[in-house]
């Protein structure tokens, strides 16, 4: 029988046979209809032939400000009802407040 978890709605959370796929992503792109919204989540990835090295001579110095060149390649998406968008829209807006109440502010990243 497959591994389950309980949750506090009294749903039991069924893990398929060999796992749950984990997907990482770095970013997500939404697309609507009047009934539903679609996540898609991608990863940002160089174009083929753009992979950069150490060596690599940006076009205004050393200063490293303009983006490279790049694709996203979809992963996977997730489509759910208008509804269910807002639930998981206030379960992270509630997640993200704890993070930042124990960690602080997050802060946009600066690239290296």
Do not use: C
């Amino acid at each position: 029988m497959p591994k389950g978890k309980e949750n506090l709605k009294g749903f039991r959370l069924v893990e398929p046979d060999g796992g749950v796929t984990e997907i990482y992503s770095n970013h997500v792109a939404l697309s609507t209809t009047r009934d539903d919204l679609r996540l898609s989540f991608g990863q940002i990835v160089p174009l083929e032939g753009q992979v950069i090295d150490a060596a690599f001579e940006w076009p205004e110095g050393n200063a490293k400000t303009t983006a490279l060149p790049g694709m996203v390649t979809e992963r996977v998406a997730v489509t759910v009802t208008w509804r269910q968008a807002k639930r998981v829209s206030e379960a992270l807006a509630e997640a993200v407040a704890r993070f930042e109440a124990k960690n602080g502010p997050m802060k946009d990243a600066v690239a290296p």
